[in-house]
Protein backbone atom coordinates (compact mmCIF):
# COMPACT_ATOMS: atom_id res chain seq x y z
CA UNK A 1 0.00 0.00 0.00
CA UNK A 2 0.92 3.34 -0.72
CA UNK A 3 1.71 5.88 1.30
CA UNK A 4 3.04 9.20 1.20
CA UNK A 5 2.59 11.03 5.15
CA UNK A 6 3.55 14.64 5.93
CA UNK A 7 4.85 16.54 8.59
CA UNK A 8 5.89 19.41 10.62
CA UNK A 9 3.55 22.27 9.24
CA UNK A 10 2.01 24.48 12.09
CA UNK A 11 1.87 28.44 12.83
CA UNK A 12 4.70 30.65 12.73
CA UNK A 13 5.53 33.99 12.48
CA UNK A 14 6.53 35.92 9.53
CA UNK A 15 10.32 35.22 9.14
CA UNK A 16 10.11 32.10 11.05
CA UNK A 17 11.46 28.84 9.86
CA UNK A 18 9.52 25.08 9.48
CA UNK A 19 10.63 21.58 8.71
CA UNK A 20 8.54 19.59 6.50
CA UNK A 21 8.47 15.82 5.97
CA UNK A 22 7.05 13.51 3.87
CA UNK A 23 7.85 9.56 4.85
CA UNK A 24 6.87 7.65 1.84
CA UNK A 25 6.23 3.71 2.11
CA UNK A 26 4.46 1.08 -0.36
CA UNK A 27 7.07 1.63 -3.38
CA UNK A 28 10.65 2.31 -4.49
CA UNK A 29 11.41 5.30 -3.18
CA UNK A 30 14.99 5.80 -4.44
CA UNK A 31 13.83 5.43 -8.30
CA UNK A 32 10.82 8.39 -8.15
CA UNK A 33 11.32 12.08 -8.09
CA UNK A 34 9.70 13.80 -5.06
CA UNK A 35 8.43 17.28 -4.98
CA UNK A 36 6.56 19.20 -2.42
CA UNK A 37 3.49 21.02 -3.88
CA UNK A 38 1.40 23.80 -2.05
CA UNK A 39 -2.40 25.00 -2.10
CA UNK A 40 -3.98 28.24 -0.78
CA UNK A 41 -8.17 28.64 -0.03
CA UNK A 42 -8.84 29.45 -4.07
CA UNK A 43 -5.62 29.28 -5.48
CA UNK A 44 -4.45 26.71 -7.73
CA UNK A 45 -1.92 23.87 -6.22
CA UNK A 46 1.23 25.35 -7.16
CA UNK A 47 4.47 23.15 -7.76
CA UNK A 48 7.08 24.68 -5.13
CA UNK A 49 10.42 22.52 -5.22
CA UNK A 50 11.63 18.98 -6.88
CA UNK A 51 14.21 16.76 -6.42
CA UNK A 52 15.45 14.34 -8.56
CA UNK A 53 15.38 10.84 -7.30
CA UNK A 54 19.26 10.44 -6.98
CA UNK A 55 18.85 13.52 -5.26
CA UNK A 56 21.82 15.13 -7.52
CA UNK A 57 19.47 18.03 -8.86
CA UNK A 58 16.81 20.42 -7.60
CA UNK A 59 14.57 23.04 -8.81
CA UNK A 60 12.50 25.99 -7.22
CA UNK A 61 9.28 28.26 -7.80
CA UNK A 62 11.39 31.50 -7.72
CA UNK A 63 9.02 32.89 -5.10
CA UNK A 64 10.69 30.53 -2.51
CA UNK A 65 14.09 30.46 -4.37
CA UNK A 66 16.87 31.24 -1.54
CA UNK A 67 14.30 30.40 1.29
CA UNK A 68 13.32 27.31 0.98
CA UNK A 69 15.59 23.94 0.53
CA UNK A 70 14.37 20.36 -0.49
CA UNK A 71 15.87 16.68 0.17
CA UNK A 72 15.67 13.29 0.61
CA UNK A 73 17.16 10.58 2.09
CA UNK A 74 16.69 7.75 0.04
CA UNK A 75 17.83 5.38 2.93
CA UNK A 76 14.96 6.21 5.19
CA UNK A 77 12.41 7.14 2.31
CA UNK A 78 12.09 10.84 3.36
CA UNK A 79 11.86 13.77 1.58
CA UNK A 80 12.26 17.51 3.52
CA UNK A 81 11.20 20.92 2.45
CA UNK A 82 13.34 23.67 5.03
CA UNK A 83 11.08 26.59 5.24
CA UNK A 84 13.14 30.02 6.10
CA UNK A 85 11.88 33.41 5.55
CA UNK A 86 8.33 32.24 5.43
CA UNK A 87 6.30 34.63 4.50
CA UNK A 88 2.68 35.20 4.73
CA UNK A 89 1.84 34.31 1.09
CA UNK A 90 3.43 31.11 1.95
CA UNK A 91 0.83 30.08 4.06
CA UNK A 92 -1.24 27.42 2.20
CA UNK A 93 -1.42 22.87 2.56
CA UNK A 94 1.60 21.74 1.72
CA UNK A 95 1.52 18.17 0.25
CA UNK A 96 4.36 15.79 -0.94
CA UNK A 97 4.57 13.82 -4.10
CA UNK A 98 6.20 11.32 -5.91
CA UNK A 99 6.34 10.66 -9.94
CA UNK A 100 8.12 7.88 -11.86
CA UNK A 101 6.86 7.29 -15.87
CA UNK A 102 2.85 7.43 -15.50
CA UNK A 103 2.54 6.99 -11.72
CA UNK A 104 1.74 9.48 -9.46
CA UNK A 105 1.39 9.65 -5.78
CA UNK A 106 0.30 12.44 -3.34
CA UNK A 107 0.02 12.73 0.82
CA UNK A 108 -3.17 14.55 2.03
CA UNK A 109 -1.10 17.48 2.76
CA UNK A 110 0.00 19.44 6.22
CA UNK A 111 -1.15 23.13 6.71
CA UNK A 112 1.47 25.92 7.01
CA UNK A 113 -0.23 29.06 8.40
CA UNK A 114 2.19 31.77 8.39
CA UNK A 115 1.03 34.89 10.58
CA UNK A 116 1.69 37.40 13.61
Known amino acids: QVQLVESGGGLVQPGGSLRLSCAAS????????MSWYRQAPGKERELVAG????????DYVDSVKGRFTISRDNDKNMVYLQMNGLKPEDSAVYSC?????????WGQGTQVTVSS
Open 26 to 33: GFIFSVYH
Open 97 to 105: SAAYGNRRY
Open 51 to 58: ITSAGSST
